[in-house]
């Protein structure tokens, strides 16, 4: 454009300086807002604009289903241009919680089963034990937060369908219920104690496995399609590393070798340890390339060592006889090493597989059921 | 309550020109995303939703579409215009024009909203206008949103510690004003109003499309067969003209806690009564024995 020539500022519609938006009356724009005062006329759309589309025709609903149904079905593209979903935020305290809270959750079951047979002394152990392990928890969970000084918003609301907000409430639950017990048993109330360790180990079936579900619940691939592991898988290494808490700290106030408890609590970190196992075997199999998160980088490593830290543990248990007691005590250590370990792997496999964005495509590709 | 108010974003006349985006910044006082210009060897210069970015415009280049070019082949646009970067067929970039695509995306606020069901402080609410709502002065930033949101949209922003994301312009709606986004858009790619007018609309678009050939044309998120509903439909849908993925969408979506949490409950909390009853069976054999 020359410059000797004004430029063109006319509007499309009305005159210079009076804008038409009172004088447009008659036929409504196609995309005509009534309710929102700011959006009641559009330049775009003129009598004969080639985009307002016919007003008379009726689309063919079928049409528009067929080709929504063709695009999102079948194959993914071989191009998936990511990010589909967003990396969890969790840091390093998450995992450490999880662990201490599976330690306090089995120790409760541990603390319930000494009083069903009738070993008081244990039983008291198992609460302290209990309490001990949960102590740390609500401070790891609080640092976790983005504004740690707001964290009673937690107990604002009681929210059963979010496994967070239950979480936080069987955690506070727990707290009192194994503070309880203990004063109860320091202040010689057997039985009161009996009774609230009794109500602390159903809290602690919870709080033991609703950090599974936690994990479960959400659009991570290698947590969302775990749905039916994640929860037994997190139990079993609750049950285990309390009950492996709960020997060492029994053996260290004094319990003979060959007492019924020790035994007992050999029987279950072993069967708890092997359960974990066997279901995370069977899980990352089943996952096949949703696994991915399990597999590589930092997680990957940790999952193997993991599992192979629990080996260690069932050959050192099984080698006893042998070893004596001491190689056991190591075999408790590794237990517990290797459901931190565990705990480590199962956090920080979800920002992998996230931002896995071939995985997160082929999980919305396939349905979850029957996973 | 009000009538159900929502988005339809029109990927076909999108211009990729980002008004949107910087609207939404400007009324929503979010701070900029940096200058990185070519973020993931794409044009891009934004990068993606996050809880600092409501609006972001996804260039989507069609390397797989035929004529286009592979990512890594993209012309470095910034050394060219220095003067020292490799010379740009126009003639060939002027064909390849129909391989770009943009899409502004946003939060859809979901019938089914994850984020919502994830929410432990009641922090996320769902408006009269239907929309979901992130309430600033209640959220703790816990962060169970982030994975929760099966669209990548919420995220925790990590010089403030919340979790930040698209108020579909709550404040202005309730004086009357259509949001930032829809009002900057100079395509009117981003269409705003009533849920049922929206789809209408879109449903006439796809039709129209369809007449002109654009066979491919569908709506992501609205008018779909009952079954195959995304997280229950969205408020803010889409149109579009290549499979979901292209845009960093999921082709199926819902809720994952509504998905998940009863099933994975029922498995911890009978797993979780196993191993009690197991514990105290260990216990009693070993009395007994």
Sequence with gaps: ?371 | MSERLGFFTDTTVCIGCKACEVACKQWNDLPSDGGTFRKGGSYDSTGRLSGNTWRHVRFVELADAGGGVREDELPDLVATAAGNGSPIDVEAAVAAFDNWVFMSDVCKHCTNAGCLDACPTGALIRTEFETVVLQADVCNGCGYCVPACPFGVVDRVPEDGRAGKCTLCYDRLEDGLEPACAKACPTDSIQFGSYDELVEVAERRVAALHERGVEGAYLYGAAEAPDEQLAGGLGAFFLLTEKPERYGLPANAESPVQENVVPATLAAMGAGLLAAAGVAAAFLWERTR
């Design chain 1, 1 to 371: 454009m020359s410059s000797e020539q004004p430029r063109e500022f006319r509007p499309a519609v009305g005159t210079p300086a009076e804008p038409a938006f009172g004088e447009k009356s008659g036929e409504t724009v196609d995309l005509h807002i009534g309710t929102f005062k700011d959006g009641r006329w559009s330049y775009l759309y003129g009598e004969d604009t080639e985009y307002q589309s016919p007003p008379a025709q009726m689309p063919d609903i079928e049409a528009i289903r067929r080709a929504a149904h063709e695009a999102r079905t079948g194959e993914a593209p071989d191009t998936v241009q990511g990010p589909i979903i967003n990396a969890p935020v969790w840091t390093w305290e998450v995992p450490l919680y999880f662990w201490f809270g599976g330690i306090a959750a089995g120790s409760s079951f541990v603390a319930l089963a000494c009083d069903l047979a009738g070993d008081e002394h244990s039983a008291t152990v198992a609460r302290k034990v209990a309490l001990a392990a949960l102590m740390p928890s609500p401070p790891l969970l609080i640092l976790d937060l983005g504004r740690p000084a707001r964290f009673y918003n937690m107990l604002r609301i009681f929210k059963p369908r979010s496994p967070m907000s239950m979480g936080a409430w069987a955690l506070t639950a727990f707290g009192s219920l194994a503070g309880s017990a203990v004063a109860a048993d320091l202040l010689g109330h057997r039985r009161e104690a009996k009774l609230l360790g009794g109500a602390n180990a159903i809290v602690g079936g919870y709080l033991g496995s609703y950090t599974g579900v936690l994990l479960a619940s959400t659009a991570v691939p290698v947590w969302g399609r775990s749905r039916l592991f994640l929860g037994p898988i997190f139990v079993s290494t609750a049950a285990a590393t309390g009950a492996a808490a709960t020997r060492l700290a029994l053996v260290a106030s004094g319990l003979p070798v060959g007492h019924p408890t020790r035994r007992a609590l050999g029987t279950v970190e072993t069967a708890a340890m092997t359960a974990e196992l066997i279901l995370s075997i069977i899980n990352e199999r089943r996952l096949g390339p949703l696994a991915s998160g399990l597999e590589v980088d930092r997680p990957g490593k940790l999952f193997k060592a993991a599992k192979w830290a629990v080996r260690a543990g069932l050959a050192l248990r099984f080698a006893r006889k042998r070893g004596g007691p001491r190689v056991h005590h190591v075999a408790s250590l590794l237990y517990l090493a290797g459901g931190l370990m565990f705990r480590y792997a199962w956090v920080g496999a979800g920002p992998i597989s996230a931002r896995d964005d071939r995985a997160v495509a082929e999980m919305h590709r396939t349905t979850a059921h029957g996973t």
